[in-house]
């Protein structure tokens, strides 16, 4: 059967030039980049050339790059690294952070936390495009606020966020700006200098690079506080042996993203458009997101009368690999945070479909789901209790 894998949102496959790349350092190259001997140095030196491709996809400096294990950890040590310090030193008086009501569990569970130990969090709400209102913004700005934090990008909609409107703001209050780039690393340009971003946190496996290896950009002069105590590598903000192969890796990743971006973005959007366009023709079917303030490669669709769980498996059935916005609790089915906060009902929120596409994809793929998918949904709708045609 065709197999056609449209999750690449949730991860990519590790592109053949950064396995090739990261090969010599699982053997030969094997020293820990810490010890000085040759060895040592020859790891060293592969860790800071990737440290400049890194800071080269984001106009950054190769010293403001730190590297974490993914993604989750890269949102924890900003977040909560910014946090502890601005508590430990008192540097500000407050103990405000504003963040999204629609961010990554990475973010948003990061911020419970804190909330549990006396920090305040606002958790501005968004349209139904899943955009972030400025005024509310800097309406939820006091004196007491040290952080916003903000995604760039979201996971299960695509909507980008008005980045470029929220460094203006974090900048005219004094306020720092973290944002969740996973998913839009690699997928649109980014340039933290210009857009006033203070940290960004970036995930390897979402951009054709191995998993377990993320990184964090932090501008110079923003301090924060280690989570991690031990061996004081990463100018002691993240102890630990350097996972040299991943660090290759991610940054043979971002080169091979830099390099590609132009031809990725046109490529994915020319596709997504017509996953869309083809989409919509099925009866009742909506697009969630903002139609053009959208990640290149990503499609998320409601139909009616139809749970999204279902849906999923009947097209892998087909050999359609996708994704849904329900997250299955341990004792419910929990319609998606996002869904709910774009204004979708829960049983809207339950029908939801997403398509995220990759280098791989090709039009051949969008006419297999256009042919496919049209049937599925019938199908499904014929055993549904709340289809009443
Ligand atoms: C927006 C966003 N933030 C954070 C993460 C977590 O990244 P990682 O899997 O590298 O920990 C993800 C992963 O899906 C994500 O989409």
Redesign the pocket.
């Known amino acids: 059967m065709k197999r056609i894998y449209m999750d690449y949102?949730?991860t990519t496959p590790v592109d053949k030039e950064v396995i090739d790349e990261m090969a010599p350092y699982f053997g030969k190259y094997f020293g820990n980049p810490s010890s000085i001997h040759s060895f040592g140095r020859d790891a060293y030196d592969a860790i800071e050339k990737s440290r400049s491709k890194i800071a080269d996809i984001l106009n950054a400096d190769a010293d403001e790059i730190i590297f974490t294990s993914?993604?989750?950890?890269s949102?924890n040590l900003g977040i909560m690294g910014v946090a502890y310090l601005n508590k430990d030193k008192r540097k500000r008086k407050g103990n405000n952070i504003i963040t999204s009501s629609i961010e990554?569990p990475?973010?948003l569970e990061t911020c419970k936390y804190l909330e549990k130990q006396g920090f305040n969090i606002k958790y501005l709400p968004v349209d139904k495009y899943g955009l972030i209102r400025i005024e509310d913004l800097e309406e939820a700005i006091s004196k007491d606020t040290f952080l916003i934090t903000i995604?760039y990008a979201?996971?299960e909609i695509g909507t980008i966020e008005p980045i470029n409107e929220i460094g203006k703001i974090a900048n005219k209050y004094d306020v720092l700006f973290h944002t969740?780039g996973?998913?839009a690393v690699c997928k649109t340009p980014i340039d933290v200098k210009k857009l006033n971003i203070d940290l960004l946190?970036i995930?390897?496996?979402?951009i054709y690079g191995p998993k377990g290896v993320?990184a964090l950009y932090i501008r110079k002069g923003v301090k924060i506080r280690s989570l991690t105590h031990g061996g004081g590598q990463e100018k002691g903000l993240r102890s630990s042996t350097y996972n040299t192969t991943g660090i290759v890796g991610l940054g043979k990743a971002c080169e091979l993203g830099k390099i590609r971006l132009k031809e990725d973005m046109s490529q994915l959007k020319y596709l997504r458009d017509e996953l869309i366009k083809n989409t919509l023709k099925i009866e009742l079917s909506y697009l969630n997101g903002h139609p053009i303030k959208r990640l290149v490669n990503n499609a998320n669709f409601c139909f009616e009368a139809i749970e999204g769980e279902s849906l999923n498996m009947m097209l892998d059935e087909k050999g359609i690999a996708s994704a849904t916005g329900s997250a299955c609790s341990s004792k419910n089915l929990q319609a998606s945070h996002v869904l709910t906060a774009i204004g979708l009902n829960p049983e809207k929120a339950h029908g939801s479909l997403r398509l995220t596409l990759g280098r791989e994809n090709t039009e051949r793929d969008i006419k297999y789901i256009d042919n496919v998918l049209p049937d599925v949904v019938e199908n499904l709708r014929k055993l549904s209790p709340l289809w009443d045609r």
Do not use: Y
């Open positions: 949102s949730a993914g993604g989750t950890e949102d990554h990475a973010v995604m979201n996971n969740d996973v998913q946190s995930s390897s496996h979402k993320g």
